[in-house]
């Protein structure tokens, strides 16, 4: 066995030229196969580590996986905001524990600015029921302070107490700027692997306070009130994006979505997080499924391109077979010459492909953390991984028994005598 | 002596045959008996389909009323011999807090659509599920068989709340026989 893996090995350094681009390929296919099923498993579980502990979610009837992937993820947008009175109705009841109002629609450097109370930084969970932590300072106390997420933090390069203004609007860049009322950085969170990681979070009232000079979605021209006098305005929200709910029974959670869902002075969808969260993977299903299919196919292709190689080199390789059976090579040896070949090329391919997948993950994470607020950990292989591999290496030992085949044929016909 | 062997094969024979006769011990369930259940076990015999609804409408009339979303378990009756028996039963998963990816906590209910339909199934179709192992669960759409320990009345935060809870102890994907 061993020599005969020696001679392998040795053969196909003598034509290191064919067998590097054979591994390159095999290399290329196991690693997208590797980094596709990777980016399938480390999404679900950072889009499922994003929010722990909700029972319900609130928001202005849209669609449920709308409604998830806005208030949660900061994915897409909202149809419609919902009015402080209706919020302040539903949430008096003797079934709910706590809420979070969220309130949605400004920008800053492309990074979504979020309204809220101190109950997000009270009853907000994230992982397995993870609290918020401050990296440094504290949740707001003055009107025009700010908390930043960790990302935002580390990306613009802000410390406790710079200032910053925030833009109108959802657009990367900002045009049009609340540059009368410019905050201040009063905390930064610690990193979470969540979009809260990608998000500036002001106080409901500050929401208020930026849109003063707005009228009907413009800002007035010559006029620009003082933040000083904004301060003592009446600022009390008059609307809210959408609200998350923790209830005192699990039990109690179809009766409560019924009750917003059936409120009458508005229309509000009430969703269970859980629930449409499996949804959504539901519908990333079938296009996962497809994204694994091709990357079979390429897999398959590198394998058989392979195969191309070995069988086009074999008949030139036909005295060099004589030359071996001189030396007392049976034609069985020969055939295993042929897949240990297969193999050895797969097998490099493979750990090539490993290291390669490894290298697109260090390359993609920082883009697709900065992006999406999904972190891509490097993490170990698992089991599944590893069978996936396994089944990769199989794949080009079998393929490797064709040309032993023929091999073998081409040496019992041949005998010591060449004739090409 | 071949014939002592004999008769002493006959008469381990005609024991274990014997014990076997004894048959499956009889369903006035011991602790560790596993009772296999469907739905329909979780409403009791003497309550009619009426009184059901009608005590749906009457729940919803108290909410508006008092804004508290309680069943008051005097009121909406459960199948109180099921208290700390075994059971089996199949139903659909409606995910409740998920840890990560794991599904921990689960309501089981009749039928897939409970989150939509109107009106959502009442207090006694409802099993609050708790499992240590977690749960894959291929879809929404996919029933489970639950087996595990179910307890008919619970106290929480001071208000009494009705509905069955169950520790589960094994969850199968459910096979229509």
Redesign the interface.
């Known amino acids: 066995m061993m020599p005969i893996l020696k001679l392998a090995a040795k053969s196909l350094m003598n034509r290191w030229a064919t067998a590097a681009l054979t591994l390159f390929t095999i290399a290329i296919s196991t690693g997208l196969l590797l980094g596709v099923e990777r980016l399938r498993t480390e999404a679900r579980i950072s889009f499922s580590n994003t929010i722990s502990g909700a029972d319900l979610i609130v928001g202005a009837r849209s669609g449920a996986v709308q409604l998830l992937l806005y208030s949660v993820f900061r994915i897409g947008n909202a149809t419609n905001n919902i009015t402080m009175e209706s919020y302040d109705k539903l949430k008096k009841s003797k079934a709910i524990a706590w809420t979070i109002p969220i309130s949605l629609g400004d920008s800053h450097k492309g990074y979504r600015v979020l309204g809220t109370n101190g109950d997000y930084f009270r009853h907000y969970r994230y992982g397995r029921k993870q609290k918020l932590a401050f990296k440094a300072g504290k949740p707001f106390s003055d009107l025009f302070d700010v908390v930043l997420g960790a990302e935002v933090a580390r990306a613009l390069n802000y410390k406790l107490g710079d200032r910053i203004v925030i833009a109108h609007g959802l657009g990367r860049a900002g045009l049009t700027k609340h540059d009368a009322t410019p905050f201040a950085v009063s905390g930064i969170l610690a990193p979470t692997g969540t979009p809260v990681d990608r998000t500036v979070h002001v106080s409901l009232e500050a929401i208020e306070a930026i849109h003063v000079d707005w009228k009907s979605g413009a800002k007035m021209p010559g006029r620009t009130t003082p933040a000083d006098a904004i301060r003592r305005m009446d600022l009390r929200p008059h609307q809210i994006t959408a609200f998350i709910i923790g209830l005192k029974s699990k039990l109690a959670v179809f009766r409560q979505q019924r009750r917003i869902n059936n409120f009458n002075e508005e229309p509000l969808l009430a969703i269970l997080p859980g629930v449409t969260l499996l949804e959504l993977w539901g519908l990333m299903g079938t296009a996962e499924k497809a994204l694994l299919a091709i990357s079979w196919l390429v897999v398959a292709s590198g394998i058989l391109g392979m195969l191309a190689v070995i069988l086009s080199g074999l008949n030139e390789r036909r005295r060099e077979m004589a030359i071996l059976r001189s030396v007392g090579a049976r034609p069985a040896h020969l055939a295993g010459l042929m897949t240990a070949e297969a193999g050895v090329l797969t097998l490099a391919g493979v750990v090539a492909g490993i290291a390669l997948h490894y290298l697109a993950i260090a390359v993609a994470r920082p883009f697709i953390r900065a992006e999406f607020g999904i972190d891509l950990p490097f993490g170990l292989l698992t089991s599944y991984h590893w069978a996936l591999l396994g089944a990769i290496f199989a794949a080009g030992l079998l393929i490797g028994l064709i040309p032993a085949w023929r091999a073998y044929r081409y040496t019992v016909s041949d005998g010591l005598i060449v004739r090409t | 002596m071949k014939s002592l062997k004999h008769v002493t094969g006959l008469l381990v024979v005609a024991a274990l045959m014997l014990g076997l006769a004894a048959g499956p011990a009889p369903v006035h369930a011991a602790d560790d008996e596993v009772l296999k259940i469907d739905w329909t076990d979780l409403i009791p015999k003497e309550v009619s389909d009426e009184t059901i609804s009608e005590l749906m409408e009457k729940g919803a009339k108290l909410?508006e009323e008092n804004?508290?979303?309680?069943y008051d378990p005097k009121i909406f009756p459960m199948v109180k011999t099921l208290n700390g028996k075994t059971v089996r039963i199949p139903g659909y998963v409606?995910?409740?807090?998920?840890?990560?990816?794991e599904?921990k906590?689960?309501?089981l209910v009749p039928y897939f659509g409970?989150?939509i339909h109107?009106?959502?199934?009442p207090?006694n179709q409802?099993i609050?599920v708790k499992t240590k192992k977690p749960l894959n669960?291929k879809?929404?759409d996919y029933a489970v068989e639950v087996t595990g320990k179910i307890s008919t009345a619970?106290k929480?935060?001071g208000?009494a709340?009705?509905?069955y809870t169950l520790e589960s102890k094994a969850i199968v994907p459910y096979e229509e026989k």
């Open positions: 909410d804004d508290t979303i309680f409606v995910p409740l807090d998920m840890e990560l990816t599904i906590e689960f309501l409970a989150c109107v009106p959502p199934p207090p409802i609050y669960l879809g929404l619970i929480e935060s208000v709340n009705t509905g």
